[in-house]
């Protein structure tokens, strides 16, 4: 009993300690948004890797999750008779839940795993230490770029990645359930409010952060060589994937409260 | 033994550059460090050898502040440096270069863009100046026709005159080569020392080599380079009094168990130095 009460005492610091790194970093890095030096050049760059390159996986998630949506609820809504309304259910589910949180894992999958590795190598390549050497903060040249990149690119990711759902939805409504674009479009705008897109609106930005922060401090605390790398990529993903899915629920709480 | 605080003080004419003061460092239950203290000199070199893990990489650490000792006192151009945050020490490492194992030249950037690196990031140098400054240090290293490889497309011992190039592109007062030959074969490990032995005699920087190749470090000590009147730059016998301004320390346990120049340490007759020698 007492070895189990060690174990836990360990785990529990060793998670106290993780914890309180992480939030010196997000401190760290939160403070570097608003005072120089800035790398613009590294800016650019990080907006258009994380946002150009991951456009097309959430394109195309986007567009098939709206799909199988549809052509899923248009079954149970037969039962009801409620065919017409699918729009509806379409639109609230993926503008208030799953546009945010797909593209937040598709981020997370291919964002949060590259910085992870990228950061990572730098780490135990000795790379990270030859920048501290020159001078350069590795937070300022690093983190901040890929953080802001996030941060504002989630957002307008998922906007787009809410537009091509409910395409996908309207397709599979107009061919496989075959109710009139009309109808579909009319109900779609119908069910929403302004809060609901308030709500698809923010939950992003905390996610955006939240996967490449997560991602940025796994990959600087890399450890063990290139096993250590490959450790780090797939704790960065796991971690992020978890945080996205419960920060949701927490978010959603919130803004439940502060919105509605 | 460190210079009295008096002779520390930045002007101070026999000042030295680099004073270790009975530093301290474990990590958990491991001591790495126990007590060690030493000096480098103005122009001058301090070759650290010792066995893997003895603490030679990470007294250079501490040097450049990647790593905070538990205890004693660091000092670097007469500035006190062991408890500085990351910003204060930003200005310590304007006048220090340090060359790692490996290179750890940046992958993703150009052998141009890293020997610039510091020069087109963190000066306002204009371009035409650092390009200038980058051509001419890989000009001295015999790398220009490298200039715009990538770190994948060179060899081991070309990624280390590379990363030394980027260490002196800034023109530090100070530099730090950890294990700057392990790993490369003898022919490309001189090439390396010459340019050790060139950037400590031409230009007059004070240098602390890590190794523990016994053949470099005593190559290091005991050649000197020298500029002919048509301006080409031999490498030749040191003579006594240049290799008596090369320091040994030999490092054992976290504690120093050999400080002496290349005549007292090829005499000792201490086991373990006769072991690590043979």
Redesign the interface.
Known sequence: MRRVFAILNTRLKRAALEMQEYLYLTGATLRGFATPPF?RHDIIEQFDLIGIGTLTVVVLVGFFTGAALASQTGVTLDQFGARPVVGRLVSVTIIKELGPVMTALMLNGRVGSGIAAELGSMVV???I?????????PIR?LVIPRVLAGLLMAPALTVISDFVGVLGGWVVARFQLQVASGLYWSSVTQALFMADVQQGLIKPFVFGFTVTSIACYVGLRTTGGTQGVGRATTTAVVVGSVSIIALDFFVTQVLWKLLY | MPAPASERRPGTARAPVVVFDRVQLAFDDKVVLKDVSFTLARGHTTIILGASGAGKSITLKIILGLLQADDGEVWVNGRRVDHLGERELMSVRADLGMIFQEGALFDSLTVRENVGYKLYEETDMSIEDVNRRVEEVLGFMGLLEYIDKMPSELSGGQRRRVAIARAMAFKPGILLYDEATTGLDPITAITVDDEIIKLRDLEGVSSIVVTHQLRDAFYVATHMAVRGPDGTVRIVPATPQKTNEAEFIMLRDGLICFEGNANDLRGSTDPYLRTFLS
Do not use: C, F, P
């Not at chain 1, 230490?129 to 903060?137: C, E, F, H, K, Y």
């Open positions: 790398y390549t000795d790379q230490n030859a920048l501290r050497s020159l001078g350069t903060d040249k």
